[in-house]
């Protein structure tokens, strides 16, 4: 069973670049999340969608954009790299909003 | 919004030590999870409790819920190597919400 599928695992970006972190389950879970996480401070909300065309914002959504066109992808877009969004991204998906299955995650430099 | 705090922020133990994680809410506790992530990993499920005076064990790892207290306490018992890690507690901001997460305890232990 594959179940959350993160890619890249490692990524170096030019400050002001564009790059999109992929996501993709294969448990038909309805409930996709998008989480940061920075050293000591646990893992922040970024995005989060209840199902295929519906998205929302989580505690810390400036700077990034996403799309849920199907069940199975939920892909996180950064149109301007800035350092600040030098972290390690998580993504995990649930079936009933409770127990979530999480990725292995992308780490993500900005230069 | 509701804030998580766990204590200590980090742990060093010697093995076959038991040892104590707490995880304190700012507002009243829903579903509350812990988490394992070894370092460099993704979270690994460890368990959700979900009424006041819950406890839940899985091999030497024990979870307690005190409603009151707005806290939920880990426990292990006898620690092993295979322990060492990155303890995280989340919470539901609400029944069935999307969950929000502690800043994470880094456990050591010492052969």
């Known amino acids: 069973n594959a179940g959350v599928t993160q890619t890249p695992k490692f990524r170096i970006l030019k400050i002001g670049q564009s790059m999109t972190l992929q996501c993709t389950q294969d448990?038909?879970?309805?409930?996709m999340y998008w989480y940061r996480q920075d050293p000591g401070m646990g893992l922040k909300l970024i995005y989060y969608s209840v199902g295929a065309g519906i998205t929302d914002k989580g505690e810390v959504p400036n700077g990034y954009n996403v799309s849920r066109s199907t069940t199975e992808d939920f892909p996180l877009r950064l149109e301007l790299a800035a350092p600040s969004q030098t972290s390690v991204y998580f993504c995990a998906s649930s079936r009933s909003q409770r127990g979530y299955t999480f990725g292995s995650g992308t780490r993500l430099t900005v230069v | 919004s509701q804030e998580l705090e766990q204590s200590p922020q980090s742990l060093i133990v010697q093995e076959g030590k038991n040892l104590t994680i707490n995880c304190t809410s700012s507002?009243?506790?829903?579903?509350l999870y812990w988490y394992k992530q070894k370092y460099g990993e993704g979270l690994i499920f460890l368990m959700m409790?979900?009424?006041?005076?819950e406890e839940k064990s899985h091999e030497k790892i024990t979870a307690k819920l005190d409603e009151k207290k707005q806290q939920s306490s880990l426990h292990i018992t006898a620690s092993q190597p295979s322990h060492a890690g990155i303890y995280l507690c989340?919470?539901?901001?609400?029944?069935?919400?999307?969950?929000?997460f502690g800043p994470g305890t880094s456990l050591s232990v010492i052969p």
């Open positions: 989340g919470a539901e901001e609400t029944s069935y919400d999307k969950v929000i």
């Open positions: 507002k009243t506790l829903y579903g």
């Open positions: 448990m038909n879970h309805n409930y």
């Open positions: 409790l979900q009424k006041g005076g």
